[in-house]
């Protein structure tokens, strides 16, 4: 008997049998072993399965090759999710060029309501780099995953104000899982395993060499619900991840520059052909993707109103349904006016509430 992922990885390794015809033979077979195994007869009524497909299909996997990549998955601990696993990617499998399998470590869940990613020069200067750290501050409250690359400049700005966020995210590699390209992000990788984690179609030993990463880009844009460019030059590889994306209908989102600065003439570009959306604040994300008002985490309001007087917690009750100007507050509370100044006081230097034009009490919480 044949270890879990032997026939996945046996078809996927085969030379010249791409993704899209194995998704192709998907349609007519129940599974990689049952492709592997098929006779030449059945093949022969399959739409676009040529004689050459079919002798390449035949060929004799290498079997010392898959059995090193099982040994470093299980040994690893690496999820294998091919195109028919219920866990692989929903955004990614309704992609036309989605991988037949994808290699994931880690703990983030690659099925979250909201998912960024996050793509731009690796040259990035200290306006694109606070762009993402005002960003990720501002969209941490709706807890989205954030995708990248891992490179320098713009990716790994993305993934450690993330991290710095308490935000998961997840690197999307041009190699195997076996190393991490540049090495100068070894640490920061290792911190995105317990906050996030790593993404790959590559197998075990496959080099980061230059053809894979506009691949890898067709992955960073099919797993998001949209795409955030943040200083690009006019040619290279986030210009091809909006391309991408607006390929798979995401919505994509460019950071305007100035019109001679070189790190932004893609962004400005990408704005100006209405192939993305102009860019200030999270504010745009959130209107554009129609997102809800965060949730509010429960562990925090439980730890809010434990450091709160009763009263206070009398207050923020009061205000949790919807803002209320002071005199309905204090009539709903039965209080007197100079008590629930007092506390209001408190609320508002705590943080927990703000005043609102129409005399309005808004809380936080």
């Not at 492709?35 to 004689?51: C, V, Y």
């Not at 100044?341 to 609320?347: D, E, G, M, N, R």
């Amino acid at each position: 008997m044949k270890p879990d992922f032997y026939y996945e990885i046996a078809l996927s390794s085969l030379p010249q049998i791409g993704a899209k015809t194995i998704q192709h033979l998907l349609d007519h077979f129940d599974s990689a072993e049952e492709i592997l195994k098929a006779n030449t007869k059945a093949f022969e009524n399959i739409p676009k399965i040529t004689l050459r497909t079919i002798e390449l299909l035949k060929q004799k996997p290498n079997e010392a090759a898959i059995y090193a990549e099982i040994d470093f998955i299980q040994k690893h601990q690496i999820e294998v999710l091919n195109y028919t696993n219920q866990q692989y990617p929903e955004r990614l499998r309704n992609c036309v060029d989605a991988p037949f399998i994808v290699y994931y470590k880690g703990t983030a869940n690659l099925a979250k309501k909201k998912v960024i990613g996050i793509v731009g020069s690796r040259m990035a200067t200290e306006y694109g780099k606070n762009f993402i750290k005002n960003l990720m501050q501002d969209l941490a409250p709706f807890d989205p995953l954030i995708i990248s690359g891992l490179a320098y400049g713009i990716d790994i700005t993305a993934h450690q104000e993330a991290l710095n966020n308490n935000l998961e995210t997840i690197g999307v590699l041009a190699h195997g899982l076996d190393m991490i390209y540049p090495k100068a992000h070894v640490s920061i990788a290792k911190e995105m395993h317990l906050q996030g984690g790593l993404l790959t179609e590559y197998r075990f030993g496959q080099m980061p060499e230059k053809g894979n990463f506009p691949s890898r880009n067709r992955i960073i844009a099919g797993l998001c619900d949209a795409i955030i460019v943040v200083e690009a030059r006019q040619r290279g590889g986030a210009l091809i991840t909006a391309e991408l994306a607006n390929s798979y209908d995401r919505e994509v989102f460019a950071l305007p520059g100035r019109i001679y600065d070189t790190q932004s003439m893609g962004c400005n570009d990408l704005i100006k052909t209405n192939a993305a959306q102009l860019i200030q604040s999270a504010e745009d994300v959130i209107i554009g993707l129609a997102w809800d008002a965060p949730q509010t985490n429960r562990q925090i309001q439980t730890k809010l109103l434990a450091n709160l007087t009763p009263f206070e917690q009398e207050i923020i009750c009061q205000l949790q349904e919807q803002p209320l100007q002071i005199d309905n507050l204090m009539l709903a509370l039965g209080c007197s006016a100079a008590a629930l100044s007092i506390s209001l006081t408190s609320l508002e230097i705590k943080g927990v509430i703000a005043y609102l034009p129409g005399k309005l009490i808004r809380s936080y919480y």
